[in-house]
């Protein structure tokens, strides 16, 4: 549905977050009272504003130099035109591919949970984003490796990768975002790591200076950003660190469990205590 609104409307709509807990298992989620803090300073936090940075700089950049670049291939004024109009045309069927990701996650976690236990399920689920993570930072990877080179076939799919890159990073990393933290951590997260993200774009004008002196140096640099930002998507398939992270989060709830009905008695003696002090004492 949001695929469908984007092209007819102004306002930008949601975009697809698997959620596929059933109703127990995302209760607990909603109730697990982890300091957005812990959450900000983990080992994930940071693989993950690497990850998302460095695949949205990649494509900022892709942008930023596709007008020269399709400058030094076309041999015609018409050949680039058709350079730019198949750009325009992948910025508008961009939006109907946004929801891919997300049904992408969506079957990865669904996918024989019969029969696992709930730390199990809990696995599963925050390793769904790994495999996708993983093929969009291919994907962005090899859109930027056409900058290397000065054919057509490049330019095409170069476009080709641009289209299915550009509405799927916000897509997965959204997705890893819910499925990795707390469910009141999501909101906060997403707006920090979108600050963080925007501040740091203005890079791209230093690396359009370093561009013009060294062109294959300042490509290659990012090329090899993208590789060491695979460090967020292979981070997930370590049992340790998740088994770690799903202790935090089971300690955390049983230790709510366990402290709000002792405070729910404590307030309700308390509140007998001080009606049988206001009541008049009865005759015997």
């Known amino acids: 549905m949001a695929s469908l609104t984007l092209p007819v409307t102004l306002i930008m709509p949601c975009h697809h977050i698997p959620y596929n807990d059933d109703a127990g298992a995302k209760g607990d989620r909603e109730c697990v009272e982890l300091p957005l803090r812990k959450s900000f300073l983990s080992l994930s936090s940071f693989t993950y504003q690497l990850w998302f940075f460095v695949n949205l700089f990649s494509i900022v950049l892709f942008n930023t130099f596709f007008n020269s670049w399709i400058s030094s291939i076309s041999s015609t004024g018409d050949e680039a035109w058709v350079f730019s109009s198949l750009f ?24 024989k949970l019969e029969g696992l236990s709930p730390t199990e ?68 997260l997403i707006g920090i790591y979108g600050t963080i993200v925007s501040v740091l774009t203005v890079l791209q004008y230093p690396h359009f200076l370093w561009a013009q002196h060294d062109y294959y140096g300042a490509q290659g640099f990012v090329i090899a950003m993208l590789v060491v930002s695979c460090v967020q998507p292979f981070h997930l398939l370590s049992n340790t660190y998740l088994r770690k992270v799903v202790h935090m989060e089971q300690t955390t709830l049983s230790s709510d469990e366990i402290t709000a009905p002792l405070s729910s008695d404590v307030g309700n003696k308390k509140s007998e205590a001080v009606q049988c002090l206001s009541d008049p004492p009865q005759p015997a």
């Open 88 to 111: 325009s045309v992948s910025a508008f069927v961009s939006p109907f591919i946004s929801p891919m990701p997300g049904f992408a996650i969506d079957l990865l976690t669904k996918r």
């Open 121 to 188: 399920r809990r696995l599963r689920e925050m390793r769904s984003p790994a495999l996708p993570s993983l093929a969009l930072t291919a994907i962005v990877a090899v859109m930027y490796t056409c900058l290397f080179f000065r054919t057509p076939a490049a330019v095409y799919l170069g476009l080709v990768c641009l289209m299915l890159a550009r509405p799927s990073v916000i897509a997965v990393g959204n997705s890893f975002v819910r499925a990795r933290f707390p469910g009141d951590h999501f909101h906060r």
